[in-house]
């Protein structure tokens, strides 16, 4: 079952998953209530609530080590995730009724785009999931502020080669733009 979800999800070997996230019913009982009332009067409200039913359980969401997923398989499969070194701003989203049910939406938003790249939609406990989205946004600024740090090491050490001539100018121009990237 894991590695089937693993191929769905293309996680590397590296990525494992913190969280699996399914939207509560909750987040959907207008829908169920209109669809009841649609049954009582006509009877076809069953359609509807079946429909939704569904499309709540076909959706999935991720946390993993290195990105947030998106899962949704009904009658596709589609999948989308945004790393986390890409995220830009992390809303969440409660209405008063939300809060009260500890049900909400968190939108991720990346980038270069001004527009919401993944919402997670209707999801228990938003609050700690945001908690758990914001740690590891925190972890990846720190280990690219570590590599900064590592790349001006080295830079300084293959100066300091370059000076003694045991390396050329344009060794050391080459080393620096790899080092830089």
Do not use: W
Not at 63 to 76: A, G, P
Not at 116 to 121: A, G, P, Q, S, Y
Request: aromatic letters at 8%; one cysteine or more; charged letters at 30%.
């Amino acid at each position: 079952m894991e590695k089937c979800i693993n191929e769905n999800l293309g996680l590397s070997k590296d990525e494992k998953i913190i969280e699996e996230i399914t939207p509560s019913p909750l987040g959907f009982i207008v829908y169920y209530l209109f669809g009841g009332f649609l049954c009582f009067l006509f009877g076809i409200g069953i359609i509807l609530i079946l429909i939704v039913e569904l499309n709540r359980r076909k959706t999935k969401y991720y946390i993993t080590n290195k990105r947030v997923i998106h899962e949704y398989t009904f009658l596709s499969n589609n999948v989308s995730s945004v790393n986390y070194s890409k995220i830009q701003d992390l809303h969440l989203e409660q209405g008063f009724i939300e809060r009260e049910f500890k049900i909400g939406n968190i939108k991720i938003n990346t980038a270069g785009s001004n527009k919401i790249e993944l919402e997670l939609k209707s999801i228990k406990n938003p609050i700690k999931v945001k908690n758990i989205i914001e740690k590891h946004l925190s972890k990846e600024k720190i280990e690219k502020i570590e590599k900064k740090e590592d790349a001006i090491d080295k830079i300084e050490r293959l100066h300091s080669l370059m000076e003694k001539g045991i390396i050329t100018k344009s060794e050391f121009e080459n080393k620096k733009k790899i080092l830089l990237e």
